[in-house]
């Protein structure tokens, strides 16, 4: 305890931070050590999606003196990258979370203090925006302030690369080094009041970027004829997607568009959800509401930095949220059935993504490739594919919301999905039928899939280790059977790398086969302390049967699989 206390003194003396520096203190005088222990239990760590942590005092808390040793720890390692001198600015945006603006002008004052030319976006800005100014700007790298569809509660720092795709090994890997080399916070150089124009090596980004973001979407769109008097109903979620959503579909000829009033604005803390993620039960109560009002045709919804969408449809028993599955492949058919034939096209998902995605890629002769979780992974995989000249990337998507349509973001975006889900759902319209529909064909051409996900919260550094002695367990002593279905066999993606393509390689994951073609897929989340786990079914649909008909037995097997593996792993 005594080690304990020395280093939440140090990191005290550290911290240029006063409020954060008297919390600690008042922690340790009220000897609240448990507390303590979890604050100061490491540092953060690059995980699927960057840093992301509760924002409080204390190492392993996103705070401002972890926000400037990661801002000098980047900085360092772009410097050397280099040889001193980086070839382009880097890109810094945020989100409307209440601490993004000061951690934004900390990352910025670090950046231009190491000597490194700075662009900034003014305003909170959606994620996909960041990542595309990178290419645009011919940036060094990108910062995004942002802990996306997080609780209220928490903040992150998401990196981009030169590329303009989040950070892979071994980028992630050196910059951790290198934040590891850098002293005490407050010796970190730093310019203060740094967006307020009164240095040359820091430019806000003009409007006219946003503009070009828009053209160039529009020039991306497939020449969709549809029925465009479509009542949307779409809600940001309290963040930032209104504006940005909003212009992109009217400009596109969409100009029904009903906002949910009580979370149109960006706001911080969040007052009408206690979770801001679409995924979550209750997140979108508001919109449906709406949608039920005013007899509307689709519902949208971005989470709060708006690179994820959901949708909700109707349905024969009221409205219905499609999942990320459903959504995906709904995309990916629709971009393949009119993409140029001159090229061969590229559809990427994830690998706990739904198996169908697959099988509608080879339907149309396009190259499906899966990856590891998270979108740097995809958009990393598509670089190097297009690299190679084989293919052009046309979709990518994530089971998690998460959607990429054509070459303009190398990341998931909300914004340009939104878009294109509009003008799929206007063509239905037009032809007299509806998204729910053009899903029943597919699957009555490809089989019926259904995916159920399970998630076991083990918050601390004992629900850590619990996670990772259950990965360990499911490898050493894998059950024998899961909703009475035999286990054919088992891959742990932690070894064997060498033998995959660099987006598929070691991870913390492992897959169960079923028997039956059932399959279940094992990771710890990358972005919160709890383990995942994904389950995808499939039977097929004969005839001209209704496949929903055949879904909800097929989604209580999955459920069964997930749950019995959870008692399994004593978890």
Known sequence: MNDLSQRTRAWISADPDPSTREELESLLESGEMAE????????????????????????????????????????????????????GPVVVGRDARTSSLRFMADTVG??????????????????????????????????????????????????????????????DSAIAAAIDRVGAARDVPRLEEALDGGHPGVLPIEDQLW??????????????????????????????????????????????????REQMEPDGSFPTVDFPNPEEPGALDLALSLAEQVDADLVLANDPDA????????????????????VGVLLGDYLLSRHDDRVTPLLINSIVSSPMAGFVAADYGAR??????????????????????????????????????????????????ALALADLAAECRRDGRTLRDRLANLYRRYGLWASVQRSVRRPGSAGLAAIGT???????????????????????????????????????????????????????????????????????VPGSGDPFALEEPLVEKAGQAADDLIGSLGI
């Open 368 to 417: 499906f490739e899966t990856t590891l979780t998270g979108f740097k992974w995809i958009a990393n995989a598509a670089l190097d594919i297009e690299a190679t000249g084989e293919a052009v990337f046309l979709f990518g998507y994530e089971e998690a919301l998460g959607y990429s349509v054509g070459r303009a973001v190398r990341d998931k975006d909300g914004v340009s999905a």
């Open 110 to 171: 670090v950046l231009v203090a190491a000597g490194i030319t700075v662009r900034f976006w003014p305003g909170h800005v959606p994620t996909p925006l960041v990542a595309y100014a990178v290419g645009e700007l011919g940036a060094s790298a990108g910062v995004m302030i942002t802990a996306s569809h997080n609780p209220p509660r928490d903040n992150g720092y998401k990196v981009y690369d030169a590329n303009g795709a989040q950070i892979v090994p071994p980028v």
């Open 470 to 540: 259950a990965m360990q367990n499911l490898v050493t002593s894998p059950p024998d059977r899961l909703a009475g279905i035999p286990v054919a066999g088992t891959t742990d993606y932690r070894v064997g790398a060498r033998t995959r393509p660099r987006w598929l390689g070691a991870a913390s994951l492992i897959s169960l086969d079923l028997d039956d073609g059932t399959r279940v897929l094992v990771r710890p989340s990358g972005t919160e302390p709890k383990l995942k786990i994904y389950v995808d079914a499939h039977v097929p």
């Open 211 to 260: 503009q070009r973001y828009r053209r160039t979407v529009a020039r991306g769109r497939l020449g969709s004829a549809g029925d465009r008097s479509l009542r949307i109903v779409y809600t940001p979620l309290h963040g930032v997607g209104w504006r940005f959503v909003r212009e992109v579909l009217e400009e596109a000829g969409y100009d029904d568009i009903r906002p949910v």
């Open 36 to 87: 303590v222990a979890e604050r100061m239990d490491g540092t953060l760590t690059f995980g699927t999606a960057g840093i992301r942590g509760v924002v409080e005092a204390g190492s392993n808390r996103m705070n401002r003196a972890s926000v400037m040793r990661t801002t000098r720890g980047l900085a360092d390692f772009l410097l050397e990258r280099h040889a001193g001198s980086p070839r």
């Open 307 to 326: 690179d994820r969408l959901a949708v909700a449809v109707a349905g024969p028993d009221g409205w219905l949220s499609l999942t990320g599955n459903q």
